[in-house]
């Protein structure tokens, strides 16, 4: 599931760069050099040009000549992004892991890594135990964080806060449902959406959340699951259509189960 990961806040934190280079504040982040100046608003054009190879080699070009700089947890958040809309999951998996080394307290990239851990791993993958492993680990790491956490991300304003935690609580359990699926724990699976489902109704949750109803045969339950996105006015219409979708699949499933059991 793709999640909007704080992007368009790291653009409009940047776009303080040039004010920034000229003048030191005393808080928050700032450039230390012109020429760190020149190589941020770089990224940030990247971004706003939507090159996201651009992006990834501008970041890895601050990072590695710019030691120092005190914008590089929000570098990392921008990679991830730029990564994952590129639908590069090796490299978002690696900038994920760079931004939980550069801060053991990045809630958000713990996040992106059970995330996307969890929506590559298949039951026939050689490493599918470790996946899954380190998606339960990344996922109970994120949830712990947001136990505690009381100051919101660099650019998240303190009335985005409690909303946003919310969304990362919910991505965290969307991200052990699917590795309980995956790993044929079917009720744990529910259960885990159904957390999900509790902090952040969530269109694309709700159609995972049908997907492990159906793998546990509950076909009902999975109907009812996709009604309920089929039913929300501001699912995206891809969304809906594999809603419907995976509705007419559980009802055919469901009709062959009851012709094939015995009277």
Same mark, same amino acid.
């Given at each position: 599931?793709?999640?909007?990961?704080?992007?368009?806040?790291?653009?409009?934190?940047?776009?303080?760069?040039?004010?920034?280079?000229?003048?030191?504040?005393?808080?928050?982040?700032?450039?230390?050099? !012109?020429?760190?100046?020149?190589?941020?608003? %770089?990224?940030?054009?990247?971004?706003?040009? %939507?090159?996201?190879?651009?992006?990834?080699?501008?970041?890895?070009?601050?990072?590695?000549?710019? +030691?120092?700089?005190?914008? %590089?947890?929000?570098?990392?958040?921008?990679?991830?992004?730029?990564?994952?809309?590129?639908?590069?999951?090796?490299?978002?998996?690696?900038?994920?892991?760079?931004?939980?080394?550069?801060? $053991?307290?990045?809630?958000?990239?713990?996040?992106?890594? +059970?995330?996307?851990?969890?929506?590559?791993?298949?039951?026939?993958?050689?490493?599918?135990?470790?996946?899954?492993?380190?998606?339960?680990?990344?996922?109970?790491?994120?949830?712990?964080?947001?136990?505690?956490?009381?100051?919101?991300?660099?650019?998240?304003?303190?009335?985005?806060?409690?909303?946003?935690?919310?969304?990362?609580?919910?991505?965290?359990?969307?991200?052990?449902?699917? +590795?309980?699926?995956?790993?044929?724990?079917?009720?744990?699976?529910?259960?885990?959406?159904?957390?999900?489902?509790?902090?952040?109704?969530? $269109?694309?949750?709700?159609?995972?959340?049908?997907? +492990?109803?159906?793998?546990?045969?509950?076909?009902?339950?999975?109907?009812?699951?996709?009604?309920?996105?089929?039913?929300?006015?501001?699912? $995206?219409?891809?969304?809906? !259509?594999?809603?419907?979708?995976?509705?007419?699949?559980?009802?055919?499933?469901?009709?062959?189960?009851?012709?094939?059991?015995?009277?």
């Amino acid at each position: 599931m793709k999640s909007h990961f704080r992007a368009y806040v790291a653009a409009l934190a940047l776009a303080a760069i040039s004010l920034a280079g000229k003048q030191a504040q005393q808080t928050g982040p700032h450039p230390k050099s !012109q020429k760190e100046v020149d190589a941020l608003k %770089k990224v940030q054009a990247d971004q706003q040009a %939507k090159n996201w190879d651009a992006e990834m080699t501008d970041i890895n070009y601050v990072l590695e000549n710019f +030691a120092d700089t005190e914008y %590089k947890s929000m570098l990392l958040d921008m990679a991830i992004q730029a990564a994952q809309n590129k639908g590069d999951y090796a490299q978002t998996v690696a900038f994920a892991e760079q931004a939980v080394q550069a801060d $053991p307290n990045n809630v958000e990239a713990y996040v992106k890594l +059970a995330e996307t851990i969890a929506l590559h791993t298949r039951e026939n993958d050689l490493d599918k135990d470790t996946s899954l492993k380190k998606v339960d680990t990344d996922a109970h790491k994120a949830l712990d964080l947001l136990k505690t956490a009381s100051t919101p991300p660099t650019g998240i304003t303190a009335d985005q806060w409690p909303t946003y935690k919310k969304q990362l609580e919910g991505q965290a359990h969307d991200a052990m449902g699917m +590795a309980d699926d995956i790993a044929k724990k079917f009720p744990e699976s529910i259960e885990e959406y159904k957390a999900a489902i509790a902090v952040y109704p969530n $269109p694309i949750i709700l159609t995972h959340m049908a997907k +492990a109803q159906i793998d546990a045969k509950q076909f009902d339950d999975a109907i009812a699951t996709d009604d309920k996105v089929l039913a929300m006015s501001d699912a $995206p219409a891809d969304v809906k !259509q594999f809603a419907q979708n995976q509705k007419d699949s559980a009802t055919k499933m469901k009709g062959a189960t009851g012709t094939a059991q015995p009277k």
